[in-house]
T-cell receptor, first 112, second 113 residues
Framework: TQLLEQSPQFLSIQEGENLTVYCNSSSVFSSLQWYRQEPGEGPVLLVT?????EVKKLKRLTFQFGDARKDSSLHITAAQTGDTGLYLC????????????FGAGTQVVVTP | KAGVTQTPRYLIKTRGQQVTLSCSPI?????VSWYQQTPGQGLQFLFE???????NKGNFPGRFSGRQFSNSRSEMNVSTLELGDSALYLC????????????FGPGTRLTVT
């Protein structure tokens, strides 16, 4: 059982559409990170959120950390084909010494 | 600044053999974590090293071990390989001075036949 539940598991949209990926848990995290991974490569860090209620924007990507630091969301505006990839959320509990708990991932496919 | 490097990138081993994977962290980073990624289980934490000391360990059998050297480079070893050990092995480094960000290397793809 994954400590972090991501939804949806798969998302297929057309270029220009918006999408939201959710990451939920019953645990409280000291930080939560979002990564994007291409096949056969390591995950690439997109953002880290640490404060409850925090909102971070990275160009067309908006990340939110829940007030209770148990959940997060990733919203992409006007998706582009370059946004295609596996999106992973990962949380670190307090005093867990470098141990990230990962969600199962959301595979996003953006078609022209 | 160079990113995290892992060698080798691909490896094919036979069941029962052992394997050593290497990870060089980003310059100045002192913490290295290792993860196993499989289609069925996703990304699972193996262990974390800081200043040559293992501070945390995941739920893996004792066949999986690691170490860290004084220059922060790290190795992980898997002995008596099983077919189920086939996976992408990823290491991630972190500055560890109160930062949260972990930066991943490209991974080592291990295939056990």
């Amino acid at each position: 059982t994954q400590l972090l539940e991501q939804s949806p598991q798969f998302l297929s949209i057309q270029e220009g559409e918006n999408l939201t990926v959710y990451c939920n848990s019953s645990s409280v995290f000291s930080s939560l990170q979002w990564y994007r991974q291409e096949p056969g490569e390591g995950p690439v860090l997109l953002v880290t959120v640490v404060t409850g209620g925090e909102v971070k924007k990275l160009k067309r990507l908006t990340f939110q950390f829940g007030d209770a630091r148990k959940d997060s969301s990733l919203h992409i505006t006007a998706a582009q084909t370059g946004d295609t990839g596996l999106y992973l959320c990962a949380g670190e509990e307090t005093d867990s010494w470098g141990k990230l708990q990962f969600g199962a991932g959301t595979q996003v496919v953006v078609t022209p | 600044k160079a990113g995290v490097t892992q060698t080798p990138r691909y490896l094919i081993k036979t069941r029962g053999q052992q394997v050593t994977l290497s990870c060089s962290p980003i310059s100045g980073h002192r913490s290295v974590s290792w993860y196993q990624q499989t289609p069925g289980q996703g990304l699972q934490f193996l262990f974390e090293y800081f200043s040559e000391t293992q501070r945390n360990k995941g739920n893996f059998p004792g066949r999986f071990s690691g170490r860290q050297f004084s220059n922060s480079r790290s190795e992980m070893n898997v002995s008596t390989l099983e077919l189920g050990d086939s996976a992408l092995y990823l290491c991630a480094s972190r500055w560890a001075g109160g930062s949260y960000e972990q930066y991943f290397g490209p991974g080592t793809r291990l295939t056990v036949t």
